[in-house]
């Protein structure tokens, strides 16, 4: 998990909406995997993989290097976009490994996710 800290109260409802267009796209689908969420923990902030979202709820997943990475890339641009301020630098790769779709795109898109947070098992 990255830690991140908030500019303004407000960036953690910008940053959530951001992060689900952000992720996996299949272009001929128009259909977009979100890979990142926004954890909000004990006064602190995150930006967590999908599977590190899994494994905190207590399941065996296999995170990747190329899932590390794409977090990393995710939670560098948001910082660079002045969303947040990382706690600790992160080196974003030279290759980025996921899609953001614009906002004024999304509504033709299919935006999808794997984990949702808060919801029930």
Known sequence: ???IT???????LKIRETLTRCGIANSNEKVLWQSCHILHQAGRYFICHFKEMLQLDGLQVEISD?????RDNISYL???WGLCELVDEVKPSETPNFRVIGYKE?????????????STK
Do not use: C, H, V
């Not at 999304?106 to 808060?118: A, E, P, V």
């Open 78 to 80: 948001i910082a660079q």
């Open 106 to 118: 999304s509504k033709d898109w299919t935006l999808t996710y794997k984990y949702r947070i808060g």
């Open 66 to 70: 190329e899932d590390y990475q794409r």
């Open 1 to 3: 998990m990255i830690e």
């Open 6 to 12: 908030l500019n303004e109260p407000t960036d953690f």
